[in-house]
């Protein structure tokens, strides 16, 4: 026997329910993009490796340890994209969009890939939908960026979601609070691990982000005591426009996002399966007004999220989502070579009257494909046997009452639509 294959370790194939949320997610973010003046963009999957190491920084776990990266024949260094943010600015500045009316706002729906070690609910491909803001900002887009994924999790199902939000300052006051904090980690060096001993010197942030060295940022120097006038009261304006939608949220002073290019508000969504789980971190963001000129253009004010579909679907389950039952209205049974030949061509008349029909084709026998046709509920049965065939008729079949008839068959389109119209 030839040997079976799996699919790549941490990659993950979406089919059956699991796949019923994904596409329910897709269209509420796409609702709700509409809504609030959101753009769809697709990117490649590849991008030049310096988009990455640029902008979500050199020191980071994404690229030090988990971005696919390969040459391609004619040497280019590439990567599979870890993340959106940074493809989303670098298609914004190599389109000229800042020419546009200004803030030019994005979503998107795609999967990202990350060589992480693979686990419960951490994938190798896992898909993430995010909405960009890009060109203007200020706290009222920040506080709305977060309402929209609010939105979207209450309208998903889940309960009790909220965020935890931090403000880590602008260039300046951050640099004041690195220097203290790097005085802080040179009196505890020996509590870091190995790769912060290493990082903690050109950028003393990334320790506050390390899922290792946990004990020793309580005591560690807060971000909130550095930064300046103008960096409080934007912070204090998001914080006040949150409560004014009704957005619960939580101070979180340590929460630093992990990628270099954040600035000023930043933020990260949690939300529980059930009410009694400890919540899960579903997706995150932030303003980025540094991001553009990491790419070689001008600084540009920015805010944008980024939120795990899988998670996203986990919490749906949990919170016990529910697909509004959906039952074809019609189902098609046939029997014998000549039945088979009238029900696809009955089929297609159906669907071209703009009729929901459904099949089991693949069956042969007619038990098997009347129980299918009670198992999803269709009121109409159609039925076209070997005797139905040859005198060109075929049995309606009311599924309620179990009453049939039989009629000819360039009638059966007039009969479905006057019973679907009575049924209404
Ligand atoms: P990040 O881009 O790291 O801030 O992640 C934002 C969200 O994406 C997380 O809260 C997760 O929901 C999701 N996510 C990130 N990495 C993975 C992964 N490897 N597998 C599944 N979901 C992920």
New binding site residues.
């Given amino acids: 026997m030839p040997k079976k294959f799996q699919s790549v370790s ?1 990659m993950h194939d979406i089919f059956g329910l699991q796949y019923e949320y994904f596409e329910k997610i897709r269209e509420v973010v796409k609702e709700n993009a509409k809504i609030y003046g959101f753009e769809g963009i697709e990117t490649p999957v590849l991008e030049n490796i310096d988009v990455f190491v640029r902008s979500v920084g050199e020191l980071t776990d ?1 690229v030090e340890k ?1 971005m696919y990266t390969f040459k391609t024949k004619g040497g280019d260094s590439v990567a599979l994209r ?3 943010t940074a493809s989303v600015m670098r298609s914004y500045i190599e389109h000229g969009m800042y020419t546009r009316p200004q803030p030019v706002k994005f979503f998107y729906f795609k999967p ?1 890939f ?1 060589y ?1 070690r ?1 686990q419960a ?8 939908f995010g909405f960009e803001t890009i060109g203007k900002g200020g706290p009222l887009v920040d506080a709305q960026i977060i309402t929209i994924v609010y939105n979207i999790f209450k309208e998903l199902g889940i309960k009790g979601a909220f965020v935890q939000i931090n403000s880590m300052g602008d260039d300046k006051c951050r640099d004041e609070f690195k220097a203290e904090l790097r005085k802080y980690f040179r009196k505890n060096t020996s509590s870091l691990c190995a790769d912060c001993k290493r990082r903690m010197k050109k950028n003393p942030l990334r320790v506050l982000d390390c899922k290792k060295c946990i004990k020793i940022k309580e005591g560690a120097p807060q971000i909130v005591d550095y930064i300046c006038k103008n960096c409080r009261d934007e912070f204090k304006m998001v914080l006040e426009f949150l409560e004014e939608v009704g957005v619960p949220y939580d101070l979180n002073p340590f929460l630093i ?3 270099d290019y954040y600035t000023g508000t930043v933020f ?2 949690f939300a529980s399966q059930k009410e009694e789980d400890t919540p ?6 932030g303003r980025y007004d540094g991001l553009s000129a990491l790419l070689g253009d001008e600084e540009r004010p920015a805010t944008g999220v ?7 679907a986990l919490l749906m389950k949990g919170n016990g989502f529910s697909f509004k039952e959906e039952k074809p209205p019609v189902f098609i049974a046939q029997l014998g070579d000549l039945g088979k030949k009238k029900c696809i061509k009955l089929f297609e008349d159906l669907k071209k009257a703009k009729i929901p029909v459904a099949e089991a084709f693949g069956q042969d026998s007619l038990k098997s494909q009347l129980s299918r046709a009670s198992k999803l509920k269709s009121p109409i049965t159609i039925i076209i046997g070997k005797e139905e065939a040859a005198e060109n008729r075929a049995i309606i079949r009311d599924m309620d009452s179990g009453e049939q008839d039989k009629i000819k068959l360039e009638e059966v389109l007039k009969e479905v639509k006057k019973r679907l119209k009575k049924l209404k």
């Fill in positions: 941490g994404i988990e870890p993340e959106g990202f990350r992480e693979p609910g951490r994938y190798r491909q896992f898909w993430q996002r992990g990628l990260e969504f899960l971190a579903v997706g995150g963001g980024a939120v795990g579909v899988e998670r996203t």
